[in-house]
């Protein structure tokens, strides 16, 4: 499975943007996702996650009420809808892929089995 996260700019405190992450082969759509951050000088961190049907999200506190992660598994495509941004949600943010939910433990970077490059995300205050 390779991921493609696209979507990343710079906008305002207060605006939005919506990021997107294109997989490739249909197992993807069997596969838990989801979303990490990494700001500079920081370690990456779990964001968002979706269950392989959409039918659970996870969110880390920071981004709840703002943040809504979806996704369309007859596009393979992962969704994170990002509003009211404010300076300290700014990062490189990487979508991620479980191919065997592990249970409660999302918010590890290692139990996720695929990644993407990265989208740039800038917020000025």
């Known amino acids: 499975v390779q991921l493609q996260a696209s979507g990343g700019g710079l906008v305002q405190a207060g605006g939005s943007l919506r990021l997107s992450c294109a997989a490739s082969g249909r197992a993807a759509s069997n596969y838990r996702m989801g979303w990490f951050r990494q700001a500079p000088g920081k370690e990456r961190e779990f964001v968002s996650a979706?269950?392989?049907?959409?039918?659970?999200?996870y969110y880390a506190d920071s981004v709840k009420g703002r943040f809504t992660i979806s996704r369309d598994n007859a596009k393979n495509t992962l969704y994170l809808q990002m509003n009211n941004l404010k300076p300290e949600d700014a990062g490189v943010y990487y979508c991620?892929?479980?191919?065997?939910?592990?249970?409660?433990?999302?918010?590890?970077?290692?139990?996720?089995?695929?990644w993407g490059q990265g989208t740039l995300v800038t917020v000025s205050s």
């Open positions: 979706i269950s392989w049907n959409g039918g659970s999200t």
């Open positions: 991620a892929a479980e191919k065997y939910a592990s249970g409660t433990n999302f918010p590890a970077r290692a139990v996720w089995d695929y």
